[in-house]
């Protein structure tokens, strides 16, 4: 009896080794998982602002465009 009674302790001891282990990694993968939702939130942020500076510049972009085609228009007219 005191043979089984021993070797029940040593497994209940693994076991509970065993769970410890399991929780401490769960600990580290559950703060992994936060600092990478965090993370996406700021790319998510980074994006969304430089998708506005890139309009901001097509804009700018397209002014220009115009601009020198009406020089190029008034040019054209000087010439002839």
């Known amino acids: 009896m005191s043979g089984t009674l021993v ?3 040593i497994v209940g001891g ?3 080794l065993l769970l410890s282990v399991i929780a401490f990694f ?3 993968l559950f703060q992994d998982f936060r600092k990478m939702q965090q993370d996406f939130v700021e ?6 602002s430089l998708r506005g500076e ?3 510049i ?3 972009l397209l002014l220009l465009k115009k ?3 009406r020089k190029r ?8």
Not at 43 to 48: D, L
Not at 73 to 80: A, N, Q, T
């Open 26 to 28: 769960l600990k580290f």
């Open 14 to 16: 693994v076991i509970s």
């Open 7 to 9: 070797l029940l302790s």
């Open 54 to 56: 890139i309009d901001r």
């Open 73 to 80: 228009g008034i040019s054209d007219l000087i010439k002839e």
């Open 67 to 69: 601009q020198l085609m």
């Open 43 to 48: 790319i998510k942020t980074r994006q969304e």
């Open 58 to 60: 097509s804009r700018v």
